[in-house]
């Protein structure tokens, strides 16, 4: 598979399944302009693709900001000269508890940075895409967004509403040239995941179907397949990548 030329912006490739899709997009030949809140993170993601011989540039955005996200777009069309390819990776979740011990805060804040994050990211991405009449976009959902993660209702929630705006865009967009598919990983061995005790880790592994975690590089084969022309008749398409969690 090959991406050679394509220009593609990641949000939140500072860590995690966002920074091992930067550095797998850019080994296989794509210009990255790597985004994240978190600057240090971003800017060591794009000093690891530079290092391996790599085109890339940082930007730090917070998705959840309507004018930072058109900046983005903008800094990234006149750094790659067009947009090509989008991964609209940025979110975050919230610790399990009741859905009456949610706080409002806890619920506005997963929805501003997971849900509006990935509209305002797409909306300006279809825009340049549009006008070139070509492009391939993947939204960061999970497998929370096609049933449930337990004690977590605003990430569900979330979730949920990017796999059915990925399935929204996919229809409007399917015949100016512009695919759009959605990634939904399961419990996946990022930095945020090892925070967790050991022993708890194990537990997450036995119960998915083929024993393990997933790791972020397999997520990311996942994301440059949706992105690249081998999926060229793909599109609102919900991949799991799950270790067959959801089919248990």
């Known amino acids: 598979m090959t991406l050679a030329g394509k220009g593609v912006v990641i949000t939140g490739a500072g860590a995690g399944i966002g920074r091992a899709t930067a550095l797998h997009l850019a080994a296989a030949g794509a210009r990255v302009v790597v ?21 890339a540039e940082f930007v730090a955005c917070d998705v959840s900001d309507e004018a930072g996200v058109d900046e983005l777009i903008e800094r990234s069309v006149a750094f790659l000269g067009g947009l090509d390819l989008a991964v609209n990776n940025a979110g975050i979740a919230h610790a399990p508890c009741d859905l009456h011990e949610l706080a409002v805060q806890t619920w506005d804040g997963v929805m501003a940075v997971d849900l509006r994050g990935t509209f305002l990211c797409l909306r300006a991405e279809l825009g340049v895409m549009q006008a070139a009449g070509h492009g391939s976009i993947v939204n960061m959902a999970s497998n929370a967004g096609v049933k449930n993660a337990p004690g977590m209702a605003a990430y569900t929630a979330a979730k949920h509403g990017i ?51 997933g790791t972020p590089e397999e997520v990311a084969r996942s994301v440059a397949f949706l992105l690249s022309a081998e999926s060229s008749f793909l599109t609102g398409v919900e991949l799991l990548v799950d270790g067959g969690l959801m089919y248990d």
């Open 35 to 55: 985004s994240d809140v978190a600057e240090d993170g971003g800017k060591a993601t794009v000093e690891d693709i530079r290092a391996a011989g790599g085109t």
């Open 163 to 213: 796999v059915g705006l990925t399935k929204n865009a996919a229809l409007q967009y399917a015949r100016r040239g512009i695919r759009v598919n959605a990634v939904c990983p399961g419990t996946i061995a990022t930095p945020g995941i090892a925070s967790y005790p050991a022993e708890m880790q194990r537990e997450w592994g036995d119960i998915i179907p083929m024993g393990r975690l």
